[in-house]
Protein backbone atom coordinates (compact mmCIF):
# COMPACT_ATOMS: atom_id res chain seq x y z
CA UNK A 1 0.00 0.00 0.00
CA UNK A 2 0.85 3.40 -0.86
CA UNK A 3 0.14 6.88 0.85
CA UNK A 4 0.31 9.94 -1.23
CA UNK A 5 0.77 13.89 -0.24
CA UNK A 6 -2.57 14.12 1.37
CA UNK A 7 -1.74 10.75 3.36
CA UNK A 8 -4.62 9.14 1.87
CA UNK A 9 -3.56 5.24 1.28
CA UNK A 10 -3.79 3.55 -2.35
CA UNK A 11 -3.32 -0.14 -3.64
CA UNK A 12 0.24 -0.54 -5.16
CA UNK A 13 -0.43 -0.74 -9.32
CA UNK A 14 1.48 -3.09 -10.89
CA UNK A 15 1.98 -3.86 -14.17
CA UNK A 16 2.80 -7.62 -15.56
CA UNK A 17 4.52 -8.34 -18.56
CA UNK A 18 5.90 -11.84 -18.62
CA UNK A 19 5.33 -15.58 -19.96
CA UNK A 20 5.73 -19.28 -18.81
CA UNK A 21 4.87 -21.28 -15.61
CA UNK A 22 7.50 -18.32 -13.57
CA UNK A 23 5.75 -15.82 -15.00
CA UNK A 24 2.53 -17.23 -14.32
CA UNK A 25 3.63 -18.28 -10.23
CA UNK A 26 4.58 -14.49 -9.91
CA UNK A 27 1.61 -13.20 -11.20
CA UNK A 28 -0.65 -15.49 -9.08
CA UNK A 29 1.54 -14.15 -6.38
CA UNK A 30 0.98 -10.23 -7.29
CA UNK A 31 -2.60 -10.81 -7.44
CA UNK A 32 -3.06 -12.66 -4.12
CA UNK A 33 -1.59 -9.90 -2.13
CA UNK A 34 -3.97 -7.25 -0.91
CA UNK A 35 -1.96 -4.64 -1.18
CA UNK A 36 -1.59 -4.69 -4.86
CA UNK A 37 -3.76 -3.91 -7.79
CA UNK A 38 -2.74 -5.29 -11.22
CA UNK A 39 -4.37 -3.32 -13.99
CA UNK A 40 -2.89 -4.89 -17.07
CA UNK A 41 -1.34 -8.08 -18.21
CA UNK A 42 0.96 -8.24 -21.36
CA UNK A 43 2.26 -11.41 -22.99
CA UNK A 44 4.81 -12.82 -25.73
CA UNK A 45 3.55 -14.98 -28.08
CA UNK A 46 4.40 -18.58 -27.49
CA UNK A 47 8.14 -20.02 -28.37
CA UNK A 48 9.31 -23.65 -28.22
CA UNK A 49 11.25 -23.76 -24.80
CA UNK A 50 8.35 -21.50 -22.99
CA UNK A 51 5.66 -23.84 -22.83
CA UNK A 52 2.49 -21.91 -20.75
CA UNK A 53 2.18 -18.74 -22.76
CA UNK A 54 -1.19 -16.37 -24.56
CA UNK A 55 -3.85 -18.91 -23.89
CA UNK A 56 -3.13 -18.61 -20.03
CA UNK A 57 -2.59 -15.23 -19.47
CA UNK A 58 -5.52 -14.18 -21.27
CA UNK A 59 -7.97 -16.10 -19.62
CA UNK A 60 -6.43 -14.88 -15.98
CA UNK A 61 -7.16 -11.74 -17.45
CA UNK A 62 -10.34 -12.04 -18.47
CA UNK A 63 -11.14 -14.03 -14.86
CA UNK A 64 -10.23 -11.18 -13.05
CA UNK A 65 -11.52 -8.50 -15.43
CA UNK A 66 -7.90 -7.09 -16.19
CA UNK A 67 -7.03 -5.78 -19.56
CA UNK A 68 -4.95 -8.05 -21.62
CA UNK A 69 -2.26 -7.71 -24.51
CA UNK A 70 -0.33 -9.89 -26.26
CA UNK A 71 2.71 -8.98 -28.19
CA UNK A 72 6.58 -9.80 -28.96
CA UNK A 73 7.74 -6.08 -29.37
CA UNK A 74 7.42 -3.42 -26.74
CA UNK A 75 9.12 -1.02 -29.30
CA UNK A 76 7.52 2.66 -30.19
CA UNK A 77 5.67 5.42 -28.40
CA UNK A 78 2.35 3.26 -28.89
CA UNK A 79 3.30 1.02 -25.80
CA UNK A 80 4.73 3.62 -23.41
CA UNK A 81 1.63 5.92 -24.07
CA UNK A 82 -0.87 2.57 -23.34
CA UNK A 83 1.43 1.34 -20.13
CA UNK A 84 1.39 5.06 -18.75
CA UNK A 85 -2.52 5.63 -19.15
CA UNK A 86 -2.46 2.54 -16.22
CA UNK A 87 -0.70 4.99 -13.87
CA UNK A 88 1.71 2.00 -12.63
CA UNK A 89 3.90 2.28 -9.54
CA UNK A 90 5.77 -0.79 -10.95
CA UNK A 91 6.27 -3.52 -13.96
CA UNK A 92 7.25 -6.36 -13.35
CA UNK A 93 9.04 -8.27 -16.21
CA UNK A 94 9.33 -12.08 -16.57
CA UNK A 95 10.78 -14.12 -19.26
CA UNK A 96 10.42 -11.40 -21.73
CA UNK A 97 11.38 -11.85 -24.85
CA UNK A 98 13.61 -8.65 -26.24
CA UNK A 99 14.90 -5.43 -24.68
CA UNK A 100 12.45 -3.07 -23.18
CA UNK A 101 13.26 0.30 -24.28
CA UNK A 102 13.72 3.57 -22.16
CA UNK A 103 9.91 4.93 -23.23
CA UNK A 104 8.65 2.06 -22.06
CA UNK A 105 10.49 1.83 -18.86
CA UNK A 106 9.46 5.22 -17.95
CA UNK A 107 6.16 4.57 -18.29
CA UNK A 108 6.15 3.20 -14.75
CA UNK A 109 6.63 6.08 -11.78
CA UNK A 110 9.26 3.58 -9.90
CA UNK A 111 10.36 1.10 -12.81
CA UNK A 112 10.24 -1.86 -14.10
CA UNK A 113 12.31 -5.13 -12.00
CA UNK A 114 13.05 -7.95 -14.67
CA UNK A 115 13.99 -11.24 -14.25
CA UNK A 116 16.02 -12.90 -16.48
CA UNK A 117 16.83 -17.00 -16.25
CA UNK A 118 20.62 -16.40 -16.50
CA UNK A 119 23.60 -14.85 -15.81
CA UNK A 120 24.01 -11.39 -17.42
CA UNK A 121 25.95 -10.72 -19.88
CA UNK A 122 27.02 -14.50 -20.53
CA UNK A 123 23.63 -15.78 -20.87
CA UNK A 124 21.33 -13.43 -22.88
CA UNK A 125 18.30 -14.50 -24.52
CA UNK A 126 16.12 -17.54 -23.58
CA UNK A 127 17.17 -21.05 -22.66
CA UNK A 128 20.03 -19.99 -20.38
CA UNK A 129 19.74 -22.90 -18.03
CA UNK A 130 20.33 -25.26 -21.04
CA UNK A 131 22.94 -23.68 -22.37
CA UNK A 132 24.56 -23.68 -18.81
CA UNK A 133 24.37 -26.65 -18.54
CA UNK A 134 25.98 -27.58 -22.61
CA UNK A 135 28.45 -25.16 -21.42
CA UNK A 136 29.38 -27.44 -18.38
CA UNK A 137 29.13 -24.45 -16.07
CA UNK A 138 29.32 -25.30 -12.60
CA UNK A 139 27.47 -22.67 -11.44
CA UNK A 140 24.19 -21.14 -12.85
CA UNK A 141 21.88 -17.93 -11.89
CA UNK A 142 19.31 -15.65 -12.93
CA UNK A 143 19.64 -11.80 -13.10
CA UNK A 144 16.99 -9.18 -11.41
CA UNK A 145 17.64 -5.89 -12.58
Not at 46 to 59: D, I, N
Not at 75 to 89: E, F, M, N, Q, V
Not at 96 to 123: K, T
Amino acid sequence: MRVDNAGAQHLYRVGFLGRGRLGMSVLRRLLDDEEVTVPVIVTCHETPEVALVEGSFQQLAQDKGIDFYATNSLKGSRWSTILAAYHLDLAVAMLWLHVIEDPVLASARQGFVNCHGGLLPQYRGNACANWAILNGEHEMGVTVH
